[in-house]
């Protein structure tokens, strides 16, 4: 069993960066392929980055490529994103989950946090 807690989230202003972290529960955090999801209003849930059990494989949505960073620290059982060059096009609620393999579909993940608030203005 797993527990989940983001943080990190706030109000910043375009071009600004943010570092959000998820925090798990439990011993089992490096068997795990971790993902971070964002939704916004109104919207369907999106993939925005994903990592391997290593840290060695890293997946990326086009929309985020380049301006974040996805990491992980086993010894924190710690999971990070890494955000610059924010856009108001960023603007979402940003969950991190877990899966057994790289997905880019929520259905795919089985422990979800309940979510960090990242708003963007102009």
């Known amino acids: 069993q797993v527990q989940l807690v983001e943080s990190g989230g706030g109000l910043v202003q375009a071009g600004d960066s943010l570092r959000l972290s998820c925090a798990a529960s439990?011993?089992?955090?490096?068997?795990?392929?971790m993902g971070w999801f964002r939704q916004a209003p109104g919207k369907e849930r999106e993939f925005v980055a994903g990592i391997n059990w290593s840290g060695a494989g890293t997946r990326y949505a086009d929309s985020v490529k380049g301006r974040f960073t996805i990491s992980r620290d086993n010894t924190k059982s710690t999971l990070y994103l890494q955000m610059n060059s924010l856009k108001p096009e960023d603007t979402a609620i940003y969950y991190c989950a877990t899966a057994n393999a790289y997905s880019a579909s929520y259905s795919s993940y089985f422990y979800w946090g309940q979510g960090t608030q990242v708003t963007v203005s102009s």
């Open positions: 439990g011993r089992t955090f490096r068997a795990y392929y």
